[in-house]
């Protein structure tokens, strides 16, 4: 393994410590926790939205706080949910009154410990509602879910609510706005290589030299089926074409449309993706609003892409074309 770290135990630990000194002004973390919250949370008169999950997926979360995104963020370790007590800390820091929305990524550790972190806020009159993330196409019940997995559709949803609540909606409000994006949002993702943990030190699982996984999970949770090498055309076919099975826009639907890095995939054969997923959005009658190409949500270093479809109205176009400014996404 050739990784930059230290000790693999401290690996969390100091990469909240590194991402706080890089945005000082930006974002501060609760003393005790490994939750990072807006440097000025709560932010008066705003619902808060907070996130987050296992660490090990960079930016997600904790790169998406900030104006017009999230308020906070909380990391477990690689791969792990943050604790309840933690995800609680989190919930009433950022809580200026207005109430609280969670979105959870759909894993049972992660839903359970959210649901858990709720009950805890409210016994202290803390507001809380809930978005539940399954965008993944790919299989429907998975190591760590029962029921589709929640992967890189959720920055949609991070990206439609934080702009919601800075516009002053209420809680319910910008709920509402969590489930529109969740019911036109779909994802599938591949691997060409297994991710590598820092505790482990080894592959998370074996892939052959000329062997791809399709509809891989973003912890290396296994996808639909193992084949051959297959050229970036054919994968984004692949993808595109199961999402948009699934999705099942119609003749002339505005959507965006993200090509989205694993980790370890050069940009360059994200964007090589991209064209063939516009060209396929195109021929079916859709009309591409907007496009995003890059790493959103990522697993460590594991090699591979995801393309994710959202259907846009007049409503999520306005939320989502919102002005952002957070250490990973600014518009």
């Known amino acids: 393994m050739k ?3 230290n000790d693999p135990s401290d690996y969390v630990d100091e990469m909240l410590e590194g991402m706080v000194a890089a945005y000082p002004d930006r974002v501060r973390r609760l003393d005790g926790t490994k939750v990072l919250v807006r440097s000025d949370a709560p932010v008066d008169g705003k619902v808060g939205v907070v996130s987050g999950g296992g660490s090990g997926h960079e930016p997600t979360h904790a790169g998406y706080i900030g104006d017009g995104m999230l308020d906070g963020a909380a990391a477990g370790e690689v ?4 604790t309840a007590d933690e995800l609680n800390e989190m919930v009433r820091a950022c809580d200026a009154g207005e109430g609280v929305l969670c979105v959870v990524k759909n894993y049972e ?3 359970m410990n959210f649901d858990t972190a709720a009950e805890m806020a409210e016994m202290e009159d803390v507001e809380v509602a809930q978005v539940v993330v399954n965008d993944d196409v790919a ?3 998975s190591l760590y879910t029962s029921g589709r997995r929640g992967v890189c559709g959720t920055i949609l949803v991070h990206k439609a609510v934080g702009a919601k609540a800075a516009d002053g909606g209420s809680l319910e409000e910008v709920q509402a706005v969590g489930e529109k994006v969740i019911d036109n949002v779909r994802t599938m993702g591949m691997a060409l290589t297994s991710c590598i943990t820092p505790e482990k030190g080894e592959e998370t699982f074996d892939l052959g030299e000329d062997e791809i996984e399709l509809g891989i999970g973003i912890h290396g949770e296994p996808g639909t089926e193992r084949t051959e090498m297959m050229t970036a055309d054919e994968v984004a076919e692949h993808l595109t074409e199961n999402v948009l099975a699934d999705l099942d826009p119609d003749d002339g639907d505005d959507v965006v449309s993200i090509v989205n890095g694993m980790g370890g995939t050069p940009l360059s054969e994200l964007f090589i993706v991209n064209r063939k997923v516009q060209e396929i959005l195109d ?3 859709l009309e ?3 496009a995003w190409v890059g790493d959103y ?4 270093d594991m090699m591979g892409c995801s393309v994710t ?3 846009v109205d007049d409503e999520l176009k306005e939320l989502l074309g919102a002005a952002v400014d957070t250490p990973a996404l600014k518009r």
């Open 3 to 5: 990784k930059l770290v």
């Open 79 to 82: 791969f792990t949910s943050p």
């Open 109 to 111: 550790g992660d839903v």
């Open 139 to 141: 299989v429907e019940d």
């Open 283 to 285: 021929d079916r009658g």
């Open 288 to 290: 591409t609003w907007d």
């Open 297 to 300: 949500m990522t697993s460590l």
């Open 309 to 311: 479809v959202c259907r």
